[in-house]
């Protein structure tokens, strides 16, 4: 079975897999789990050495300043919505490739990967690795989804995704061996490994041998006619994308490569996650991960998070607690509660960032809200130092939206632009950019008569940001500018901001404030409707500019035009020079207003959790909140430990 892929390995590989299972020191005896042990006996499942893939990851936990665990235990933890099931693709964090500790590309899935020049990737599966269900994980699976998901119009009607778009170029795909997988470019792609290691990763393999029942092409027409009818889906193609939902993880009969796996579809109030018994890292003791049995992931409404948290209902929580809740946790903590509070550091730019929308279809206030001086005058009116002695204590960082300092790139003239308080220089702007005349009411009017009325849309999901909405309310009345608060649900939200119906909206900076040289900063150019501050424009570029709006002012085209010298740039000196100019346009031209960034993020970690790292990161990307600190090494002590 492995005949091609000792072929195509690198030497040292071939030697590995030429010696009986496990013989290499480096790889230890598996042991077998208790889990699975009564299935393994009645023969229904194979046992561990036959489960584990040919050359497994073993992971090192010394250098890392871990233990080594034992198996067992049910972890608590809670969500605040039944899709947000898939932070458990998210925590479980298997990737093709994935970030260390040091934020570095490692592989993970794969046993190896080449990068030619950023142009020829090559990918090393590990041989005799399985999908949850145990049929084996091969290069047909890659195969299956370029050839028969990302290139079918029924399935992708935009076709693959754009991170393999490189000057509107496909790569050249192909699968020499059953564990080898080649993408090509004839121009440089330096994105795609870290693509690949994303939070929300793209998944460029499928497990074929289940979606293929489901499929035109391959499966049975009266079976398929059948399944259709049963789902009463509209066609193959439906029902097909309904059954592929490897980030969603709703589906229980969908193989996984994750250390969880779903064992309870539907709507349900609890749903358990079971320990994959095909997963494939070992700890150096043998044990195979995760050390932790059953997830049990709780959904309860935002708003009580906390509370649970603070009665010992969870076991691991960080999702849907702010900074406002640490009082309340270190109290439960002192009056004897089962629980730890850490303090971790924040990665995103901002707590709380103001998205004026300039894509809103409004005319009138679509011209007032592109004028610079409009959203300079916004930001330098907010008493920043108000919000934070107010909500944080003190201990988090006013300033613009930029940025970290643990990023090579943060500079402190770009945290600083146009977020010192100065409301005196704030009226003097709004007067310079013409909007002289107020009301009765003392608020500034429109050029055609109506009140500069701005009205900001929250998702309603953070105390936090309701109260600085109105530390900043009056503020803003102080320049002659009224805020009017509308909370609405998240997707309403979104959809709202998407469509251009919001005049401007709150949420979170820029995922990822600690990027590196290596970091695509596509994030911080017109790419994407998901910022903002422009979502049309970012349709225009996701959709191939079919759909949205093309970027009509001059810093967003410069922003383009950098994104794509970051492309081209053959060195980390080009890539950093690239973004250097990129964030100092966001700088000068507050596309968003940020206010404060840094503020701890409060972790819950039940007392006898260990592994959980005291001191570490809460980062979407890179990072993937609990998943760069790998989860399936945490473990319980045993009862009566403390």
Same mark, same amino acid.
């Given at each position: 079975?492995? $005949?091609?892929?000792?072929?195509?390995?690198? /030497?040292?590989v071939?030697?590995?897999?030429a010696?009986?299972?496990?013989?290499?020191?480096?790889i230890?005896?598996?042991?077998?789990?208790?889990?699975?042990?009564?299935?393994?006996?009645?023969?229904?499942?194979?046992?561990?050495?036959?489960?584990?893939?040919?050359?497994?990851? %073993?992971?090192?936990?010394e250098?890392?300043?871990?233990?080594?665990?034992v198996?067992?235990?049910?972890?608590?933890?809670?969500?605040?919505?039944?899709?947000?099931?898939?932070?458990m693709?998210?925590?479980?964090?298997a990737?093709?490739?994935?970030?260390?500790a040091?934020?570095?590309?490692?592989?993970?899935?794969l046993?190896s990967? $080449?990068?030619? /020049?950023?142009?020829v990737?090559?990918?090393?599966?590990?041989?005799?690795?399985k999908?949850?269900?145990?049929?084996?994980?091969?290069?047909?699976?890659?195969?299956?989804?370029?050839?028969?998901?990302?290139?079918n $119009?029924?399935?992708?009607?935009?076709?693959?995704p754009?991170?393999?778009?490189?000057?509107?170029?496909?790569?050249r795909v192909?699968?020499?061996?059953e564990?080898?997988?080649?993408?090509e470019?004839?121009?440089?792609?330096?994105?795609?490994?870290?693509?690949?290691?994303?939070?929300?990763?793209?998944?460029?393999?499928?497990?074929?041998?289940?979606?293929?029942?489901?499929?035109?092409?391959?499966?049975?027409?009266?079976?398929?006619?059948?399944?259709i009818?049963?789902?009463?889906?509209?066609?193959?193609?439906?029902?097909?994308?309904?059954?592929?939902?490897?980030?969603?993880?709703?589906?229980?009969?969908?193989?996984?490569?994750?250390p969880?796996?779903?064992?309870?579809?539907?709507k349900?109030?609890?749903?358990?996650?079971?320990?994959?018994?095909?997963?494939h890292?070992?700890?150096?003791?043998?044990?195979?991960?995760?050390?932790?049995?059953?997830?049990?992931?709780?959904?309860?409404?935002?708003?009580?998070? !906390?509370?649970?948290?603070?009665?010992?209902?969870?076991?691991?929580?960080?999702?849907?607690?702010?900074?406002?809740?640490?009082?309340?946790?270190?109290?439960?903590?002192?009056?004897? /509660?089962?629980?730890?509070?850490?303090l971790?550091?924040?990665?995103?730019?901002?707590?709380?960032?103001?998205?004026?929308?300039?894509?809103?279809?409004d005319?009138?206030?679509?011209e007032?809200?592109r004028?610079?001086?409009?959203?300079?005058?916004?930001?330098?009116?907010?008493?920043?130092?108000?919000?934070?002695?107010?909500?944080?204590?003190?201990?988090?960082?006013?300033?613009a939206?930029?940025v970290?300092?643990?990023?090579?790139?943060?500079?402190q003239e770009?945290?600083d632009?146009?977020?010192?308080?100065?409301?005196?220089?704030?009226?003097?702007?709004?007067?310079e !950019?013409?909007?002289?005349?107020? +009301?009765?009411?003392?608020?500034?009017?429109?050029?055609?008569?109506?009140?500069m009325?701005? %009205?900001?849309?929250?998702?309603?999901?953070?105390?936090?940001?309701?109260?600085?909405?109105?530390?900043?309310?009056?503020?803003?009345? +102080?320049?002659?500018?009224?805020?009017?608060?509308?909370?609405?649900?998240?997707?309403?939200?979104?959809?709202?901001?998407?469509?251009?119906?919001?005049? !401007?909206?709150v949420?979170? +900076?820029?995922?990822?404030?600690?990027?590196?040289?290596?970091?695509?900063p596509?994030?911080?150019?017109?790419?994407?409707? %998901?910022?903002?501050?422009?979502?049309?424009?970012?349709?225009?570029?996701?959709?191939?500019?079919?759909? /949205?709006e093309?970027?009509?002012?001059?810093?967003?085209?410069?922003?383009?035009?950098?994104? !794509?010298?970051?492309?081209?740039?053959?060195?980390?000196?080009?890539?950093?020079?690239?973004w250097?100019?990129?964030?100092?346009?966001?700088?000068?031209?507050?596309?968003?207003?940020?206010?404060?960034?840094?503020?701890?993020?409060? %972790?819950?970690v039940?007392?006898?959790?260990?592994?959980?790292?005291?001191?570490?990161?809460?980062?979407?990307?890179?990072?993937?909140?609990?998943?760069?600190?790998?989860?399936?090494?945490?473990?319980?002590?045993?009862?009566g430990?403390?």
């Open positions: 079975m492995f $005949e091609s892929s000792r072929r195509a390995l690198l /030497g040292v071939a030697v590995l897999l010696t009986p299972l496990f013989a290499a020191p480096s230890p005896e598996p042991v077998e789990s208790t889990f699975w042990s009564a299935e393994v006996q009645r023969g229904d499942l194979p046992p561990v050495a036959e489960r584990l893939p040919r050359a497994p990851q %073993v992971v090192d936990l250098s890392r300043g871990r233990t080594a665990g198996q067992g235990g049910t972890l608590k933890t809670l969500v605040s919505h039944s899709k947000d099931i898939r932070q693709v998210v925590y479980g964090y990737r093709l490739v994935g970030y260390d040091n934020y570095q590309l490692q592989p993970d899935i046993l990967f $080449e990068n030619d /020049g950023d142009k990737f090559t990918l090393r599966l590990r041989p005799g690795h999908w949850s269900d145990g049929a084996p994980f091969t290069s047909a699976d890659f195969e299956y989804w370029w050839k028969d998901v990302a290139n $119009e029924l399935l992708s009607p935009s076709g693959p754009d991170f393999l778009r490189v000057e509107g170029a496909l790569p192909s699968f020499p061996d564990t080898t997988v080649i993408y470019w004839d121009q440089p792609n330096p994105n795609f490994l870290a693509t690949l290691a994303l939070a929300r990763p793209p998944f460029i393999y499928r497990p074929a041998h289940f979606l293929k029942q489901y499929h035109g092409d391959y499966a049975d027409p009266a079976a398929l006619a059948e399944a009818e049963d789902v009463r889906a509209r066609s193959w193609a439906s029902l097909h994308n309904k059954l592929d939902n490897m980030y969603q993880f709703d589906n229980h009969e969908l193989p996984t490569l994750q969880w796996m779903n064992s309870s579809s539907g349900k109030i609890r749903h358990l996650f079971v320990r994959n018994p095909y997963f890292r070992l700890d150096p003791n043998g044990i195979q991960l995760p050390y932790i049995d059953v997830v049990e992931m709780e959904i309860v409404s935002p708003g009580l998070i !906390a509370a649970k948290a603070n009665a010992g209902e969870t076991d691991l929580q960080a999702r849907g607690l702010d900074f406002r809740d640490i009082s309340i946790l270190r109290k439960g903590e002192a009056d004897g /509660g089962n629980y730890r509070t850490l971790w550091g924040n990665a995103v730019a901002s707590q709380i960032a103001i998205y004026p929308n300039l894509n809103y279809n005319p009138a206030w679509r007032v809200l004028d610079v001086r409009v959203r300079r005058a916004l930001s330098l009116a907010i008493d920043r130092d108000t919000i934070n002695k107010a909500l944080y204590f003190k201990l988090a960082k006013p300033g939206m930029a970290l300092p643990a990023s090579q790139f943060f500079s770009n945290r632009a146009w977020a010192l308080h100065d409301p005196e220089a704030a009226n003097a702007l709004l007067d !950019a013409g909007l002289t005349q107020r +009301g009765a009411d003392g608020i500034r009017l429109l050029p055609d008569g109506r009140p009325e701005l %009205v900001i849309e929250t998702a309603g999901e953070r105390q936090e940001v309701e109260n600085a909405l109105q530390i900043i309310t009056d503020d803003w009345r +102080g320049i002659g500018v009224k805020l009017v608060m509308r909370p609405l649900d998240r997707d309403i939200l979104r959809n709202r901001v998407y469509s251009g119906e919001t005049m !401007a909206s949420w979170y +900076g820029w995922d990822n404030g600690i990027p590196r040289a290596y970091t695509s596509a994030y911080v150019a017109p790419t994407d409707q %998901v910022f903002f501050a422009w979502p049309k424009w970012g349709q225009y570029y996701q959709t191939n500019h079919e759909a /949205g093309a970027p009509d002012m001059a810093p967003a085209i410069r922003l383009m035009e950098l994104l !794509a010298d970051w492309e081209h740039a053959t060195d980390d000196e080009g890539r950093s020079a690239a250097i100019e990129m964030l100092k346009i966001h700088a000068d031209n507050v596309f968003a207003i940020g206010t404060l960034a840094e503020a701890p993020q409060p %972790v819950v039940n007392k006898r959790l260990r592994n959980v790292p005291e001191i570490a990161l809460w980062a979407w990307d890179p990072g993937a909140h609990f998943g760069i600190h790998r989860p399936d090494e945490f473990y319980f002590a045993p009862d430990t403390n």
